[in-house]
């Protein structure tokens, strides 16, 4: 009988490849902690950040903090050592793994539903839509919905034993993404994922377009169309866009065609590896993607650098200007309601 540790014949790296995987996960698990943890800890920390906007990003760097924080050291541990773990352990590890992908993926589509919400329609609909007990249920059904996906893996006991772990170098071990029903779910979801954001962003886009505005995408500024030229940063609205779009795009679509055809043939171990660490590099870019245009996390992070931290006591208030969305609030009793309501 085979043992189950063993690595299926075809199966083995050469120790250049597990030295370049263990260093590139090393960096990665290092580089994503650290900014993701950055993140969560200044949103806690200023109370002017915490808006429902950056509730869905600090939800996506908890998830991000599964992959990075908790699965990435102790991948690079079996690549450098090739110590096998418990079989339950695995499975575990593997499970956290594949519950950290879908609640991060589904965290982009609720960040952008909520900056097309912001941008392209009333305030009185985003406030009503983004009440603090609806911002908690859209992201409890995050993390429920991804259990809900995981559920059909965890109960199914029929996983590949002699091919190496798709997207992984070789484990021994079953992975999660080796199963076709896993990996279906997931190839599925990052499509859904995809068509939530371009569809959002493209609104936007249009949005402003067609109102003659000209609006930073990463940190909410509304700016009037003036007489006089727009400053070099407004019109780079078209960059911030492309740039989100992107990286999402690069760093997902290789994954979910190598998932998708994979399903009906196998693909080299080569092409499945290099996809997947391009995969991976989206939970160390996600907190810097959505937050090094914010002016308040900037302000709020070099507060903690000089140790300022009594500047964080402001109260929070979403981040848009206000008084300068005169196409949304054109009487001046009506921008004072709203932001009584902000209030």
């Known amino acids: 009988m085979r043992n189950d540790s063993e690595l299926p014949s075809g199966c083995e790296v050469g120790r250049s490849v597990k030295i370049s995987l ?22 806690v920390s200023f109370k002017k950040l915490r808006t429902s906007s950056n509730a869905f990003i600090v939800n996506g760097c908890v998830a991000d903090l599964l992959v990075c924080a908790f699965w990435m050291p102790h991948e690079a541990a079996f690549i450098s050592t090739g110590s096998p773990f418990a079989g339950g352990y695995h499975a575990f ?59 059909p893996w965890l109960s199914s006991s029929l996983y590949p034993k002699e091919r190496c772990s ?11 993404l080796s199963n076709p029903l896993a990996a279906g779910t997931l190839a ?41 030229s727009f400053p070099r940063k407004d019109k780079r609205l078209g960059f911030y866009v492309l740039a989100v779009c992107c990286i999402f795009l690069l760093t997902t679509e290789p994954l979910f065609w190598v998932l998708l ?5 196998g693909l080299p171990a080569a092409v499945r590896t290099s996809t997947w660490m391009v995969f991976c590099a989206l939970f160390v870019l996600n907190p810097f993607l959505y937050t090094w245009k914010n002016e308040e996390f900037r302000k709020s992070l070099r507060s903690v650098v000089r140790g300022e931290l009594w500047r964080g006591s402001a109260v929070g208030v979403e981040p848009v200007m206000i008084n300068t969305i005169s196409h949304l609030l054109p009487r001046q009793s009506s921008r004072r309601a709203f932001l009584g309501e902000v209030s």
């Not at 609640?103 to 985003?126: C, E, F, G, Q, W």
């Open 22 to 43: 263990t260093t590139l996960y090393t960096l990665m698990c290092l580089f994503g902690t650290t900014l993701n943890l950055v993140v969560i800890y200044l949103v």
């Open 261 to 265: 055809v994979g399903l009906v043939i």
């Open 93 to 151: 590890k593997e499970a956290v793994l594949f519950l950290g992908i879908t609640v991060s993926l589904l965290s982009h589509s609720l960040i952008a539903v909520n900056r097309y919400v912001l941008i392209t329609k009333v305030p009185a609909t985003y406030l009503s839509l983004y009440q603090k007990r609806h911002t908690e249920w859209m992201i409890c059904a995050s993390w429920l919905i991804s259990l809900a996906c995981l559920l």
């Open 188 to 228: 599925l979801t990052i499509f859904a994922q995809t068509a939530v954001v371009l569809y959002c962003y493209f609104k936007i886009f249009r949005k402003v377009q067609i109102s003659v505005k000209r609006v930073s995408i990463l940190n909410f500024q509304i700016v009037n169309n003036l007489p006089y």
């Open 166 to 176: 798709d997207l992984q170098v070789a484990t021994g071990r079953k992975s999660v």
